[in-house]
């Protein structure tokens, strides 16, 4: 298990994890809050992560959060 941090492109800070799973992909879960005040979970998967790098696969999941929680809010 990984854990990461961030803050998304609308303001919202949140702390992840990513582990591997089948099919040659990782799945994460993000914990999102808003000037400390929790707004929300997200989970979420990305493929083909084999043929990258440990940092190649961090930047896949926090851009995988930031899209699927900028989109929605």
Known sequence: ????????SN??????????AALDSVIWAATFRKSGIYRG??????????KRQSPDVKLAVMEDIEEIWV???
């Open 41 to 50: 979970v997200r989970h979420g998967r990305v493929f083909d992560v084999s």
């Open 71 to 73: 989109n929605e809010h």
């Open 11 to 20: 303001g919202f800070d949140y702390t992840a994890q990513y582990d591997a």
């Open 1 to 8: 298990m990984h854990d990461l941090s961030g803050i998304t």
